[in-house]
């Protein structure tokens, strides 16, 4: 059987296959990365493009956790703020209710319930990175605004009842806010202001209507406690808002594992096949110097 | 009777055949590395006895000449093998351009150029936007993700376009040179035809066989044999591009922007893109290869475009205001229609306080719109996917194609290999085999010579009579 005389030139091909494959190994090794092509890997590569989505994803979201956090700290801050003010305020009602000071006395009580209320009217206009977080949707503008036109004076509601929410990337949707006029202006006795108005209209003149004082110094007892209330709303967003962050690195690190094995090279494999391919390439070179030897053919035994 | 002047006759033939057979094996010898040269074997033919008185004398050997050592079936397997690989050959070479836009990115940090985390990062922006809605930073950040974005799409839709531009370019000259080996072939087959009309013609042959192997890196062909050793052609679906002495030039023309190619008047485009040869390879990746990943992007850069623009101006923006069709709050430049959209997708809006964070009569702190334009990320707008899962299958389907496409021609070129080998098994030279048959002949001519002074001595014994001095 005749043989192609020309084998020489398929080996050199061999030659120039064992190095194409052996700079693609070297690639490998250097970048450390197993897909350098969408063709190496197709399936990998659209795979990376999900888990890169999803790590992103996630990564966005925990920086956006800690901009909310601080911004419902400062609610949560400010609403105890207002806890203790208020209790401030009953004391010192109670103390004015019970009929032993004088007229002096309870109008001094009046101013202090007065500064209280400046304060509340403050912390209730609470600014963070200039937002106004009690006023709703109309975040650009104070919502608390107190008219003493009449007496006792009113503090209005300039803000709406919007509420934010922020969506953590499974869907849960996680509170980041509460209306001021739902914490400050309840119904009924609930109203912070109302009841702080109406303790400052009794105090003014400097004679108490007892009966009438001790039933507004019970309302802002009430308003104090729908405050707290309000509060554990906040509370609960803090918790679920770190929640869903440990949550979401926890599965990040997950997917940055995943991805890394999808996308690093294997130096343990990419080594045996480089040595392995070096192999045959030195193999390949001393059959083809064999074979240029001159005295391969019959002609030279002639 | 046989007599010493015919036997004397016989050896002269003999050492002439041997001469030409001699003169056969010095011309392999000398071709032997000669491109498309097929090997040669010299003709012995017994010339035919005489029969004098009922007894018959062998009357020697003559030297017919030489026939090339070629198989027409193995060759025209491995031109169809040449035309396949070099098809696939050619269009993973444009695969290869095209697929090196969409390199994937390695790791969540090293996204430059990325579409993919191009897209992420947009949706992101307004997630980030939900925490603060009136965050001037924040806004600025949507505007910039969405420039990244609308840059990178429009960026790789341009380099496809050049590459489409490109490869037009490229397969327009192919016209030119398979006119030419036609040409050559044609003129080949009228020689051929004058030549040597009912056996093989040689060194003639050899021509055209390599021209036929040229014309199959370039084209898809059939073969036909036609009377007096001539051969037509035609192209794979069957169109004539030559016959005899004539052949059919393939002209091109512009059709919708693009090089077609014409045999007379009949556009024969699709079927030279599907026949073969690497102008197969060349028109499928540029009519179908690359306006597939064209049209991919024009469907994502579409839908992105048009749905963030319509979740914007169903929003009211920091400044209160909402979109309306006379003054519309776009993000993305207006698309009306699908085509086109990748390479004109840019970023209109200037002002960041023009992104609709907050609902429909909301105040500006609102971001119920930000949340509704973040949740168009998980939404199924894009041909029934969401943007990312649709990127995601399309990165997958260039990648599964580009990766088919490399078997196949890793496939083929080892076929082409085995084909090839076995052609020249049977075609090369090899100097062993030409070495030992010149011993071969050199002993035969040895011996001829030999037996023709032992003739002529006995030739003169005869003249001489007995006296052995009068002639030597």
Redesign the interface.
């Known amino acids: 059987?005749?043989?192609?005389?020309?084998?020489v030139t398929?080996m050199v091909?061999s030659l120039d296959q064992a190095q194409a494959n052996q700079q693609q190994l070297t690639a490998e090794l250097s970048?450390?990365?197993s897909?350098?092509?969408?063709?190496?890997?197709?399936?990998?590569?659209?795979?990376?493009?999900?888990l890169?989505?999803q790590?992103?994803?996630d990564?966005?979201?925990t920086?956006?956790s800690s901009?909310?956090t601080g911004?419902l700290q400062v609610a949560d801050s400010a609403l105890g703020s207002v806890v203790s003010q208020l209790t401030t305020a009953i004391s010192l009602a109670t103390g004015a209710n019970n009929g032993t000071m004088n007229e002096s006395n309870v109008k001094s009580i009046g101013n202090q319930i007065s500064g209280i209320l400046n304060e509340v009217t403050s912390l209730a206009n609470t600014n963070y990175?200039?937002?106004?977080i009690f006023?709703?949707?109309?975040?650009?503008t104070a919502p608390f605004t107190t008219s003493t036109a009449t007496s006792p004076a009113v503090t209005s509601y300039n803000?709406?009842q919007?509420v934010?929410?922020?969506?953590s990337p499974n869907g849960q949707k996680i509170q980041?806010n509460v209306s001021g006029s739902q914490i400050f202006l309840g119904s009924g006795s609930n109203s912070v202001f109302g009841a702080l108005n109406a303790l400052i209209a009794d105090y003014s003149s400097g004679t108490v209507n007892t009966a009438q004082a001790v039933s507004d110094t019970q309302a802002l007892g009430t308003a104090l406690n729908y405050v707290s209330q309000q509060r554990v709303t906040i509370d609960n967003s803090i918790n679920q808002i770190s929640a869903s962050s440990g949550a979401v690195t926890s599965v990040q690190t997950q997917l940055?594992t995943a991805?890394?094995n999808l996308?690093q090279a294997s130096y343990a494999t990419v080594s045996t096949q480089l040595s392995l391919s070096e192999t045959q390439q030195t193999a390949l070179i001393s059959v083809i110097a064999q074979l240029n030897n001159s005295q391969r053919?019959?002609?030279s035994?002639? | 009777m046989g007599t010493i002047n015919s036997a004397l006759s016989v050896m002269t033939q003999t050492l002439d055949a041997n001469q030409e057979a001699l003169n056969v094996m010095a011309n392999n010898v000398a071709n032997a590395n000669t491109t498309g040269y097929t090997r040669e074997t010299p003709n012995w033919q017994e010339n035919p006895p005489l029969t004098i008185n009922g007894v018959t004398y062998g009357q020697g050997v003559t030297e017919t000449g030489a026939t090339s050592q070629r198989d027409r079936v193995l060759d025209s397997r491995l031109d169809q093998q040449q035309q396949l690989a070099a098809s696939t050959g050619s269009r993973l070479t444009a695969l290869n351009t095209l697929q090196a836009l969409f390199t994937p990115a390695s790791s969540s940090t090293s996204t430059a150029g990325n579409i993919g985390s191009d897209i992420t990062s947009f949706y992101n922006s307004f997630q980030s936007l939900e925490a603060q809605p009136t965050n001037n930073a924040l806004r600025q950040s949507v505007l910039s993700t969405a420039g990244t974005l609308a840059g990178d799409i429009s960026n790789a839709a341009a380099s496809l376009n050049a590459q489409h531009s490109a490869l037009d370019q490229q397969v327009g000259g192919v016209a030119s040179q398979v006119n030419a080996l036609t040409g050559a072939i044609a003129q080949l087959n009228q020689q051929i035809k004058t030549t040597s009309p009912n056996g093989d013609a040689g060194t003639l042959e050899d021509q055209r066989q390599q021209d036929l192997s040229q014309l199959s890196q370039l084209i898809g062909i059939n073969q036909i044999t036609t009377e007096s050793n001539g051969l037509a052609i035609t192209t794979t679906s069957g169109q004539l591009l030559l016959s005899g002495g004539t052949s059919i030039p393939l002209t091109t023309g512009t059709v919708n922007g693009v090089t077609d190619f014409f045999l007379g008047t009949t556009d024969v485009t699709s079927q030279l893109a599907s026949g073969g040869g690497s102008l197969g390879g060349n028109l499928t990746a540029r009519d179908q290869d690359i306006p597939n990943a064209i049209s991919s992007l024009n469907q994502l850069a579409y839908n992105i475009s048009t749905t963030v623009n319509t979740q914007n101006n169903a929003g009211t923006d920091y400044d209160g205001k909402t979109g309306t069709v006379a003054n519309p709050l776009n993000i993305f430049s207006p698309t009306t229609t699908v085509a086109g959209s990748a390479i004109s997708m840019s970023v209109v809006m200037t002002d960041p306080n023009q992104i609709a964070a907050a609902a429909l009569g909301s105040g500006t702190g609102d971001n119920s719109n930000a949340i509704a334009m973040y949740n168009l990320s998980n939404q199924t707008i894009v041909n029934g996917q969401t943007p990312i899962n649709y990127y995601s299958n399309f990165v997958t389907t260039l990648g599964a194609t580009v990766s088919g496409v490399q078997t196949e021609n890793t496939a083929q070129n080892a076929s082409v290999t085995q084909l090839q080998t076995q052609s020249n098994a049977l075609s090369g030279v090899n100097l062993n085999d030409e070495a030992s048959s010149m011993s071969t002949l050199e002993r035969s001519f040895e011996a001829a010579s030999k037996v023709f002074s032992i003739l002529n001595t006995i030739m003169a014994g005869i003249l001489n009579l007995g006296e052995e001095t009068t002639v030597t």
């Not at chain 1, 059987?1 to 084998?7: I, L, Q, S, T």
């Not at chain 1, 006023?135 to 650009?140: D, K, P, Y």
């Not at chain 1, 934010?164 to 969506?167: A, K, P």
Request: hydrophobic share 35%.
């Open positions: 059987m005749r043989v192609d005389p020309f084998y398929n091909s970048s450390g990365v897909i350098n092509s969408l063709s190496d890997n197709p399936v990998g590569a659209g795979q990376n493009v999900l890169l989505n790590i992103q994803q990564d966005t979201f920086t956006t901009l909310v911004q990175q200039g937002q106004y006023a709703g949707g109309q975040a650009s803000g709406d919007d934010n929410y922020l969506e980041l940055t991805q890394t996308m053919d019959l002609f035994k002639l």
